[in-house]
């Protein structure tokens, strides 16, 4: 079965076989894992873990989902009917498809700057894809911080885009205040700004997508792999039309059309579900057991910050306890949960947890808490 895909064998096609998985680098140690299958994974040293973090939330059919893989190698994809699939979903005009996110990243800058003759972009905060793309002359602003936000635009005119994750994943989970989002439509729409959402990472975790939660509807939307079942891909969709093309493997655009189907609204709405029960668990014992903690979820996901509130921007995001954070993360990865890859992350609920899991999750949590966290 691995000839068939020659040197496509690399690390995100771990959501089909039992092959090694890569290994983060981030504050603390992580166990080297060698397979996986559904929500489960194993270490080298045949240790199992109930995994939360699902590939950085891309794997959201678990991982070597039978459906998935049937599907994939059954026969060739249906293109148009997939496109049309991502156009109804999303509410998209316009659909262009690539082979990896960072390249319907990078197109879609230069797109802007092609129809706006302007240069610079205005993006938000520390978004390690975003930084890997070399989008040329870029301003860094602060998310949630709207007087800033509004002094960039108004001291620089070459501004073609503002490119920004609606809700903000790469420090957990933080929602766009009050009317910061419908600020920045209205500064774009002022100064003749293209917006760029990108959803590569919340597209997967809402069945209509971050945009349409928070009812804004930017010039451009950007997937990625978490609706593709972890195969590489990049989507740039448009919200005015212009014609459809495909620069990828028919492997993603059957991935794509598979992982659409298999995450309907049904799915979605059961994944929330159990979601909702892990977010008020973890509430309820920081609550119970009196800890400097906080606990912020939207859609399938959520995440815990040591610290008294939540982050509302960058800046607050840097005081929360990292070393706490460690000691829960420990604690739980010998219990045999990963909660999550890391503190800026999040937790991901799959098609593939159940309701038994979460109790398992929230179980472990528990005793963590009482003899670790707390006790150190």
Known sequence: MAKRFGGMMHSHLKVFYEESFPVLKVTHKLPILKRGRGNRVWDIEGKEYIDFDMSNGDALLGYGNPELVNAILEGDSDQKATIEKLKRRFSLRSIKIFSSEKQAKVYAVNLTRQLSGKKKIIRFGQNDLIKKC????????????????????????????????????????????NDFLKRIME?????????????????????????????????????????????????VGMNYKEGDYVRASPISIKALGIT????????????????????????????????????????????????????????????I?????????????????????????????????????????????????????LSH
Do not use: C
């Open 134 to 177: 070399d989008l040329g002359e870029e301003i860094i602003a602060e998310w949630n911080n709207l007087d800033y936000l509004e002094k960039i635009v108004r001291q620089n005119y070459d501004v073609a885009a503002i490119i920004f994750e609606p809700i903000a994943t790469h420090m957990g989970l933080v929602l766009p205040e």
């Open 260 to 319: 659409l189907d298999e995450l309907n609204e049904q799915s979605m709405y059961e994944m929330m579900r159990l979601n909702d029960i892990l977010i008020k668990g973890y509430k309820d014992l920081i609550e119970d057991n009196k800890i400097k903690a906080a606990v912020v979820g939207w859609g399938i996901s959520g995440t815990i910050y040591f610290k008294e509130s939540p982050p509302r921007k960058y800046s607050e995001f840097l005081e």
């Open 187 to 235: 500064l774009s729409k002022e100064y003749g700004i293209i917006t760029i959402a990108d959803e590569i990472k919340t597209g997967g975790k809402y069945y209509t997508g971050a945009s349409s939660y928070l009812k804004i509807k930017p010039d451009i939307i950007l997937f990625g792999r978490s609706l593709a079942g972890s195969i590489p891909i990049g989507i």
């Open 321 to 373: 306890n990292v070393k706490k954070w460690n000691k829960y993360f420990k604690g739980m990865l010998d219990s045999g949960i990963i909660p999550m890859s890391n503190y800026d992350s999040q937790w991901s609920i799959s098609k593939a947890h159940t309701e038994d899991d979460i109790n398992v999750h929230l179980e472990k949590l528990n005793s963590v808490i009482k003899n670790t966290v």
